[in-house]
């Protein structure tokens, strides 16, 4: 590869001379730069449960994805590494909330272009991989801020989440990653990228024994779009083993909202909080027990799986609660489905309150500026 991965631009005119950024939202990530599995490249139609016609073909693309990523890791550490080769794997530093709670904001603090990712599922796999997958490994985007990893998933080989079918039925598992991340809101000054490294684990006690399930990496290319809306769109990354889905939205001039939550009275429920940016209209998951019974620290704290998400400045975001509170008998339980609207502000706090039955339900939204 004689040119950097990090360095490749996007742009380019349509037939007519226009910049196609300029009609449409969709071509402003047509240059993505991209790993060895071509992300550019539509998903190919085969049939995933016949093997691959050539092991030998298979092993080469493998490799060529390995060696693609090793490539950009080392254009990474030439340009961000400070001569620390471990600084790669290294996890941004910058806090949520940076400007929630200052007296008097900094000129430069203002709403800012940022990106909201709303799922990463594996939609395929391949014939030599069955369901369920124990999946471990991350998914991170590189942002405006420091350039470190901002983690969406991060789970050790000691603690997979257990994927099942994309047509998964009721108690069962289904193939979306539990997202945690971003720590902070993913900045859009300048071209973000995404990592992904997955892996399933085998039954073997050796991780040498484990598969690839995906290792890619692809950048979005925010400078090229020069519209003024707020889009969503699917990045779909084909490889040797699987199929995945990145679903993100280009948020214009937004504010960063980070959500905490506390029981202040009451007993057990389980619970689906979920956040939603109505431009968008896709939710963003911040908590779902699965039917299990939602965990609280010792001051009562609910344990969330995700705490940071992204509004428009001035725009609503719309807090959704679907719980269950158990009782003696079918008939005697309660089921709660209820929406709070809270506008967007530049600072300071909202906050909104959930009844379940006998229990409440405390949310908090802290606002901050992003520059």
Known sequence: METSNLEAKLGGNDDHGHKRSDLDPE?????????????????????????????????????????????????????????????????????????????????????????????????????D???????????????????????????????CQTLGSPQARANIPDSL??????????????????????????????????????????????????????YARTKVVSSRHSTVEVRFAHLKRSVEATITAHIVKGGSFSARLTACNPSIGEDVVLLDTRGQEVSVTKDGEVALQHRVVIVEDGADLMIDLKAVQPGDTDESCIKVDKKRRIVAKSALRNECFFN????????LVAWSLLR
């Open 27 to 127: 071509a402003a990530v047509g240059g993505e730069f991209h790993g060895g599995s071509d992300a550019k490249r539509p998903p190919r139609e085969c049939n995933y449960e016949d093997p691959s016609p050539s092991d030998d073909m298979g092993m080469d693309e493998e490799m060529s994805a390995e060696q693609s990523f090793r490539v950009h890791r080392k254009d990474w550490l030439m340009m961000y590494g400070d001569n620390d080769a471990n600084s790669f794997e290294a996890e941004s530093t910058c806090p949520p909330m940076r400007y929630t709670d200052i007296p008097v904001l900094p000129l430069g603090a203002k709403p800012a272009d940022t990106m909201e990712v709303f799922f990463v599922k594996v939609v395929q796999i391949t014939s």
């Open 129 to 159: 991989l069955s369901w369920p997958l124990d999946v471990y490994g991350v998914v991170a985007v590189r942002d405006s801020i420091d350039s470190k990893r901002n983690y969406l998933f991060r789970r050790g080989r000691d603690d």
């Open 177 to 230: 990653l539990e997202l945690t991340g971003p720590s902070h809101a993913i900045l859009l000054w300048d071209e973000s990228a995404f990592e992904i490294d997955l892996k399933v684990k085998s039954r073997g006690s050796s991780s040498s024994e484990d598969k690839v399930l995906c290792l890619d990496f692809f950048g979005y290319n925010n400078i090229s779009y020069k519209g003024n809306v707020s």
């Open 356 to 363: 379940i039955g006998s229990s409440s339900l405390r949310v």
